[in-house]
């Protein structure tokens, strides 16, 4: 179908939420790793998807990596871009390029347990510290601050008595990989409701 967005993933480890994106069928043209030798990047070439790395050793000044990486998804055509566990911050010379059009995945209910230092376990420790009785997951829009964007779609998980935060990350995740790609054919196909409301 030449109708399908075309979507770049970013990425910095193992790859489980891009594997959601990519077994839903999603049409990613192009993954991009913060990091050289991760297990995303091997899953992206098993999945034909060209892959590159953009690491903070090629490009110590933030700004120059951010803009080396917004060539190379403007050159794919890239219509969408999404963050599946990429640990860097993205600045204005990315964003600006790509304006409503960047999402994140953040394993907590969105506007708790958000901002600087809550990624990995430390949000699943956070979320157990504070006694919640529910966590889940959140797919939003990037913007300059620190999951602070508009949010898309949420999924809530509940907290048992005896969880820890691996037991806890561990459930978050499997609903990450069913809110993700869900996400993703939700602006889809609002993209598409949108191009032929134009067209008529």
Do not use: C, W
Not at 79 to 92: D, H, M, N, P, Q
Not at 116 to 130: M, P, W
Request: no cysteine.
């Amino acid at each position: 179908m030449t109708d399908r967005m075309k979507v770049g993933v970013l990425v910095s480890g193992s790859g489980t939420d891009l594997q959601s994106v990519i077994d839903a069928g999603i049409n990613v043209v192009r993954v991009i790793s913060s990091k050289e030798g991760v297990y995303a990047l091997e899953r992206a070439a098993k999945a034909g998807i060209p892959s590159s790395s953009v690491t903070a050793g090629d490009y110590p000044d933030i700004r120059e990596r951010m803009t080396a990486i917004a060539d190379i998804l403007e050159k794919d055509g890239v219509e969408l871009v999404v963050l599946a566990g990429y640990l860097s911050i993205l600045t204005k010379e990315l964003l600006d390029r790509f304006p409503g059009r960047v999402i994140n995945i953040h394993p907590a209910l969105l506007p708790k347990f958000g901002g600087k230092g809550f990624y990995g376990l430390n949000v699943h420790k956070a979320v157990l510290d504070a006694g919640e009785k529910e966590s889940g997951a959140t797919v939003h829009f990037v913007n300059e601050g620190v999951d602070e964007g508009e949010i898309i779609m949420q999924v809530k998980v509940p907290v048992m008595e005896d969880d820890t935060p691996e037991s806890l990350q561990a459930r978050v995740l499997e609903k990450e990989h069913e809110l993700l790609p869900a996400a993703i054919l939700k602006l889809e196909e609002e993209k598409l409701k949108e191009e032929r409301e134009q067209a008529k």
